[in-house]
């Protein structure tokens, strides 16, 4: 056993236990048993400490190189763990030896970084956590025990010139930064998909429906192509606001002013750690303004409500319209994923869009929380930085393999039911829209009403105000030129596609 101490006591610890005695006192303090701080976050906290001590590597006398050597390997040995875990977990879907791997890693990584995502004082506990690991792990670099703070001390030495209110939300932004990457790249990936969709399905007529009651005919391909273009809009917008997130506040530590910071510190970490990250980050031209106000996790959030409001919509018409087999819509037929009931057999649900949409509302959820915690912040400082946090993060990742899963096992495995489609569409009053101009509405509605759509039909058809072959006059399913042009080449497109006709000019 060891024995720490700090100002409000002392405590022991464990020979074998990394971190020091203000973790075990936030590991007291917070006993939710909830879910521990987001490894990505840990990640981001570490490439920020490793700037810091490459800084100070560089700006300190000699006597004291050594130890800044010692703390960037800590860092770097913990990189590898951390980065190696999201290797592993990535994996481990699809290969067994990858989900041990990442088992085993898990559980080494969550002795280390042991406090919980939900906590009181604005994210020192984590800072220290962090701190306390990096200090412990340098010092046996150094040949030293754990402990030995006289050589390598957690708080004047690993966060020198620092502050939990400089180095959280610099890291958040780091980890959301690399999320928001994946996640474009994601949404991309699934508005493709439903563009080969809309290709394929383009000559398939359906019925539409406007407030779940017949509509006017439209094409299998033009709803996948309207589904396409909301992705294409969340995309764009998810890709956008990284720029928003690339203005960081290191080196202002407590409230903004650099307090305990010196001046060539400060301009050479944001460099070392735009090195590290390969990210193209920028000091913050005012970074009491970072440090006290969170409106910009709050914006990322929006947008990640955004695509989630759109998932949820498409998601639950693929579930409608997949709907049956016998009483239900049956115009698409979703992929069989598993058994769907332990009385009735045969029964098989929508689970991948079931599971999509709870996704959606989790991540609506935890745009409230965000909301909600932002503002209220106080004064200098925000105390509820560490639900920012998990909650963002959570939303990105979520948004990012709810994404990815929809568009794999749902959209690219999805097949039209032809008949079905061509059957509702044939015992609706669709048709009747398109006499209005020349018959005029009222005519139209009283022919409808006191006719079933086989006689409607006929009649209206027969009528010497409109010509029989108004009744075919149907659009042809209108390519969206625009969304395949930026990946194919505008020119290309157009020779491709041809312009829409009305099938009457056939």
């Not at 020979?15 to 987001?38: C, M, W």
């Not at 879907?93 to 085993?104: F, G, I, K, P």
């Not at 009744?471 to 505008?490: D, H, K, M, N, T």
């Amino acid at each position: 056993m060891r024995l720490e101490k700090d100002t409000l006591g002392e405590k022991y610890l464990t020979d074998e236990t990394v971190y020091g005695i203000n973790t075990q006192r936030a590991v007291e303090n917070f006993p939710l048993s909830h879910k521990k701080v987001n490894l990505h976050l840990i990640h981001a906290m570490l490439l920020v400490k490793k700037a810091a001590a490459k800084t100070y590597e560089n700006l300190v006398e000699d006597i004291e190189k050594e130890k800044y050597q010692a703390i960037v390997a800590a860092c770097d040995e913990l990189l590898l763990k951390t980065e190696e875990d999201k290797s592993f977990s990535q994996q481990a879907e699809h290969n067994r030896d990858n989900q041990n791997q990442a088992e085993d890693n898990r559980r080494g990584i969550d002795a280390l970084f042991v406090t919980q995502a939900l906590q009181g004082g604005a994210g020192t506990s984590t800072n220290m956590n962090v701190n306390e690991v990096i200090a412990n792990i340098a010092l046996k670099h150094l040949g030293k025990n754990y402990g030995d703070y006289n050589c390598i001390h957690p708080l004047d030495d690993v966060n020198r010139g620092q502050s939990t209110n400089d180095v959280y939300p610099t890291a958040l932004r780091i980890a959301s930064i690399f999320l928001i990457r994946k996640l474009s790249d994601a949404c991309a990936a699934l508005q493709t998909s439903l563009q080969e969709k809309e290709n394929a399905f383009q000559d398939i007529e359906k019925l539409g429906r406007t407030e779940w009651m017949d509509a006017v005919p439209i094409t299998l391909g033009e709803e996948f192509g309207a589904c396409a273009q909301a992705i294409a809009r969340d995309r764009w917008r998810i890709y956008k606001v990284e720029e928003r997130l690339r203005q960081v506040n290191l080196g202002g530590t407590a409230v903004g002013l650099s307090d305990n910071a010196q001046h060539k510190y400060r301009f050479r970490v944001i460099e070392e750690l735009r090195r590290l990250t390969g990210l193209g980050l920028a000091a913050a031209e005012y970074p009491m303004d970072l440090t006290q106000n969170n409106d910009v996790f709050v914006e990322v959030s929006g947008l990640l409500k955004a695509l989630a409001v759109n998932l949820m919509k498409i998601a639950n018409d693929f579930r409608i319209m997949n709907s049956g087999p016998g009483g239900g819509i049956g115009e698409l037929h979703l992929k069989a994923m598993q058994q769907g009931s332990t009385i009735m057999p045969g029964k098989v649900n929508p689970v991948i869009p079931e599971m999509t949409m709870q996704c959606a509302m989790r991540i609506i959820a935890n745009d409230t929380a965000i909301t909600m915690a932002a503002a209220h912040g106080e004064f200098e400082l925000n105390a509820f930085l560490p639900l920012i946090a998990d909650s963002l993060l959570e939303s990105l990742e979520l948004a990012e393999r709810a994404v990815t899963i929809f568009r794999e096992k749902c959209v690219e495995t999805i097949e039209p039911d032809v008949e079905n489609c061509k059957k509702h569409l044939e015992q609706s009053y669709a048709f009747a829209t398109a006499y209005t101009p020349k018959l005029g509405y009222e005519t139209v509605a009283k022919i409808i009403k006191e006719n079933p759509p086989e006689k409607a039909k006929e009649i209206l058809m027969n009528s010497d105000f409109v010509p029989a072959s108004t009744v075919s006059q149907q659009r042809e399913p209108i390519p969206y030129i625009c969304g395949l042009g930026a990946r194919f080449g505008y020119e290309h497109m157009k020779r491709v596609f041809k312009p829409p006709r009305l099938k009457s000019q056939i």
